[in-house]
């Protein structure tokens, strides 16, 4: 488990971090989610002992991580895929990380042949791609075994088959009950993977929800309608305060529920082949929620 409570950190006159409070249970995959300079990398680090805290606290299953010896043991984490030394072959990288964390030889092997790069355990790291780079990085904290896991950015680079992968890895390490916490800006993918969202926007925390209670909060929900009487209905709906979009016998409505559309219909005898109500996806929930804490929107073309 992860417990951060009202964590800060400064840098001069910039907060990165403003009092966040959360909480990432084990048996999850939590979502860590925010715009570019929201604050994830910062707390992320904050959580390892990379960085220390302005204020505030940060635990590991009950200790700072930076408490602990034999660290991978208790955490594993992917936080730059790049930061590994390109001299290296794969299998030497993991070794020696594996000496200093008192793991056995074995693991490596193990590791290695779990994020399909079996093949490549001899080749220096320098010739990797961006994609293999990141196996590496997440065979590194898989490496220990820990029952805490944290990822930064870990989609970056990988094929259509290894996200697929990655997300099936996430959750199968969830359900053995193990902390998953994975930082990502790729909303289609956290609506795939996480069960928890933690979001933050300029430092301070927005949500620490589940997926489905976060996308509920979006405010962009719409009503699919199929009828033969489209244009009729259109103009009842419109007179009824909606916004309707019309493609053919399908209306898309929004600014009515569902229940009341079937109401308007009944009432003038119209029928209706569907009825289909819609809540806002997690990018649209995710977009409207957080768009006060956009660092650098972008403008309209001139």
Known sequence: MIEVNELTKRYGA???????????????????????GAGRSTTLRMIL???APTSGTVTVDGRPFRTRSRGLRH???????????????????????????????SRVTEVLAEVGLASAARRRIGGFSLGMKQRLGIATALLGDPPVLLFDEPLNGLDPEGVK???DLFRRL????????????LMSEMEHTAHQLVVIGRGVLIAAESLAEFSARGTRRSVTVGTPAAPVLKDLLTAAGAAVHTEGDLL??????????????QQHRIPLHRL??????????????TADSVQYPAGEPR
Do not use: C
Request: a neutral charge; charged letters at 15%; proline letters at 3%.
């Open 14 to 36: 910039t907060t990165a971090v403003d009092n966040l409070t959360f909480t990432v249970r084990p048996g999850l995959v939590t979502g860590f989610l925010g715009p570019n």
């Open 49 to 51: 002992g990379l960085h």
């Open 75 to 105: 955490v594993g984490s992917l936080l730059d895929a790049h930061d590994v030394h390109g001299g290296h072959t794969a299998i030497a990288h993991l070794s020696a990380l594996a000496r200093g964390n008192r793991i056995p030889r």
């Open 165 to 167: 992968w990655v997300r």
């Open 174 to 185: 969830a359900a053995q009950g193990r902390t998953v916490f994975v930082s990502s800006h």
């Open 252 to 265: 898309t409505v929004t600014g009515l529920t569902a229940a009341r559309v079937s109401e308007i219909a």
């Open 276 to 289: 289909d109500a819609r809540s806002a996806s997690l990018e649209e929930a995710f977009m409207e929620l």
